[in-house]
């Protein structure tokens, strides 16, 4: 049976943030081991910031994170000193150490005997502070002249970390009603109740320590506060923290697939009333935890719950997330023109109260609302059709300025270059050409969507070696890059233009520009792109590996490259650097390289693929044909089973390469590999592959 909760709400103070208090003092009044002050410290740190600093803060108990027990904030201690001394081999100091810290810390709350005493300690905490708050500064100068004052070692400033804990703190428990703060006395005897028992086993070690028990504040001093007993157990929560357990709750809940822990449960049952219409979220909490359960009528009543006291509260200005959430609520329980009419009417508020940024959100739920439940709208006629709702949502995304918003706008984009270099290339210019006449009607978009689609014409027409119409784009590029002024386009310009000069022959003016690209991202920082700079450290040593005769010179680029990659996780970079690493070792022509390229590739091969890239993917399996027809030719095996297994292998890496680069109209890939291919069947007297492969060709070079 679980123990019965009388809940305290106060506007900052929590009974857990007495013992934070305690060891600031103990700080400032250099009362902790000096080899200890960084795990306190730290300790402190999480405390005051509620663990929200922690990765695992969304898996623990908020409760616990929000309001630590005593005993936990002591374990807390405990295990941070420990992890932190953890090399040293002697652990007896650290012990003792321990063991001083936790006992000065329950010295200090067992020796608060009367409400007067645990109030003077509160508001006293502001005398650490070099510029206390004006409320408290008669109190404080008063306070100072007490014959057992003792001035801080250190001073902390209102503005500061612990100061600022400080000064808010103080002036919550400074001007509490008398009323308020028999409650709290109350809570703080029941909280440090929980460490009556390491109070004890501590007090041994000072038997001159004249502190009351919990018992004798029960049968003494809390009758004469006036305090109703009711045998159950007062807990103190402040206003400002549980209001942002429960929002943490709610983003917890909204997030995952996970239900209200029950510690969170018990807070909100014990709360009262009057106590919930101050903290609105505890609706929404229970709202998003009865909506996960599948029981629409709680939840229903939740939200309303949680919206009546938001509008009770003036905050008329978020009627239209009320509306979305109850559309969210009706849609999920297949009440689908109930969350309709809700919608309507949330896109009709937000628009009365011009708030752009969340018009688009409802805008851009009626439209996956239309997706997914076409029938709704198949004879409608009082809602815009998808194309025009799809219309309305780019041409805000210019006013709105909402770089998140403009990114949905240019969605086709990124996904009609993926679509071409996946190999799906009629189907990437489909897609561009689809959207062609609804981006015309904004010139910045538009202008985006043509420069999108020069960008792929370009690279098609350098794989079928049209440089003539190369050139033509090139300018038309340029005219429309002026305008846009992108640094990321100016990157992929200059690359194009670079391969463009290496495919026809000039490359020495390829080798200025990538090197004069490169010098400029290394010199200034801002203009510094990680995947541009190891693409254009690839380009450079491929200068070297295919038009010199000094492939070896490309190697510690190559190298620096890789490491840059692995670095940044950037698979793809990493993948263009193995390629480009095998290109390399296959022009140095030994054995020994010859092994490590199969090697390589045969490693490399899971990521290859995983990247979808047709063109790194058909480069892969040529090379890795290459490399096994090489090691067949030097060694033939004894089996004849065995030697048709290799050719067989060989070509169908051969095969895979071809129909790769034959779906990007890469034809001087293409041309090497069916000339790679026709040489395995003069060698192998291949006469059918052979006849078939030189037709390939002659269709090619016509």
């Known amino acids: ?119 003077t300690f509160l508001n006293s905490s502001s005398a650490l502070l070099i510029d206390p708050p004006t409320e408290l500064s008669v109190y404080i100068n008063n306070f100072k002249h007490n014959p057992g004052y003792q001035k801080p070692l250190k001073g902390l400033h209102s503005s500061s970390f612990f100061g600022n804990f400080i000064s808010i703190l103080s002036i919550g428990s400074y001007t509490m009603t ?89 807070v909100i049952a014990s709360l009262s009333q009057s106590d919930r219409s101050l903290l609105p979220s505890s609706y929404q909490v229970e709202y998003l935890n009865h909506w996960k359960r599948a029981n629409y009528d709680e939840s229903f009543d939740s939200l309303h719950r949680y919206f009546d006291y938001m509008m009770s509260n003036r905050r008329q200005y978020f009627y239209h997330y009320a509306l979305s959430a109850l559309a969210s609520l009706h849609s999920s329980f297949g009440a689908n023109k109930e969350a309709l009419r809700a919608i309507d009417e949330a896109i009709l508020v937000a628009r009365e109260n011009k708030d752009l940024d969340y018009l688009n959100y409802l805008l851009t739920w009626l439209l996956n609302f239309m997706i997914s439940k076409p029938k709704l709208f198949v004879a409608s006629t ?27 706008s240019f969605q086709f984009e990124v996904a009609a270059y993926d679509m071409y270099f996946a190999g799906e290339v009629d189907e990437a210019f489909n897609l561009l050409h689809s959207v062609e006449e609804s981006a015309s009607k904004d010139s910045l978009i538009f202008k985006r969507w043509k420069l999108s689609l020069y960008l792929l014409e370009f690279y098609r027409c350098l794989n079928r070696c049209n440089y003539s119409k190369c050139s033509i784009i090139k300018d038309q590029m340029n005219g429309l890059f002026d305008i846009i002024d992108d640094q990321e386009l100016s990157n992929e310009i200059i690359y194009q233009n670079s391969l463009y000069n290496l495919k026809v022959g000039n490359i020495e003016e390829a080798s200025k520009k990538i090197n004069e690209q490169l010098l400029i991202m290394r010199d200034h920082q801002t203009l510094f792109n990680s995947y541009w700079f190891i693409r254009f450290q690839v380009l450079y040593c491929r200068v070297f590996v295919e038009n010199t005769q000094y492939p070896e010179r490309a190697i510690s680029i190559l190298l620096n490259a890789i490491n840059l990659s692995r670095k940044g996780t950037r698979i793809f970079n990493l ?56 090691e067949l030719q030097e060694k033939t095996a004894s089996q004849p089973e065995e030697n048709e297994f290799r050719r067989s292998r060989i070509l169908k890496y051969l095969s895979i390469s071809i129909h790769g680069y034959e779906m990007m109209d890469d034809y001087d890939s293409l041309r090497k590999c069916l000339e790679f291919q026709k040489q395995i069947a003069l060698v192998y007297e291949l006469e059918g592959l052979e006849k078939e492969t030189a037709s390939k060709l002659d269709h090619l070079n016509t």
Not at 220 to 229: A, D, E, H, R, S
Not at 383 to 393: A, C, D, G, K
């Open 1 to 119: 049976m679980e123990e019965k909760q009388n809940c305290v709400l106060s506007a900052v103070l929590s009974t857990s943030k007495v013992p934070i208090l305690v060891l600031i003092i103990h700080y400032c009044h250099k009362k902790i081991p000096q080899s200890c002050i960084p795990p306190v410290l730290s300790v402190l740190v999480e405390l005051i910031g509620n663990g929200k600093e922690k990765e695992d803060f969304q898996q623990k108990d908020l409760v616990e994170s929000y309001f630590p027990s005593l005993p936990q904030i002591l374990k807390l201690l405990e295990g941070r000193i420990e992890e932190f001394f953890r090399p040293q081999k002697d652990k007896t100091k650290v012990k003792a150490n321990i063991a001083f810290i936790c006992r000065s810390i329950l010295k200090d709350l067992w020796s608060l005997k009367s409400y007067d005493d645990f109030f």
């Open 178 to 266: 008398f009323e308020e703060g028999i409650k709290v006395w109350n809570g703080f005897v029941d909280y440090r109740q929980e460490s009556e028992q390491a109070w004890s086993s501590f007090r041994g070690l000072d038997s001159s320590l004249d502190v009351s028990t919990s018992q004798t504040f029960q049968e003494g001093i809390l009758p004469k506060c006036k305090v109703v007993n009711d045998f159950s157990k007062t807990v103190v929560y402040s206003h400002f923290d549980l209001s942002s357990l429960f929002q943490s709750q709610v983003n917890v809940l909204q997030k995952q697939a996970v239900h209200t822990p029950r510690s969170v449960q018990n």
């Open 382 to 408: 009082d809602h815009p059709s998808r194309s025009e709702t799809i219309q309305f949502l780019r041409m805000k995304t210019k006013e709105t300025k909402n770089i998140s918003l403009q990114a949905l």
């Open 575 to 630: 993948c263009e650097c193995i390629i480009c690493l095998c290109k390399l070792l296959f022009q140095l022509g030994t054995r020994e390289s010859l092994k490590d390229v199969k090697e390589l590739l045969i490693e490399f091969l899971p990521k290859f693929l995983e990247i979808r890239q047709v063109s790194i993917v058909s480069e892969a399996y040529y090379y890795l044909a290459r490399a096994f027809f090489m």
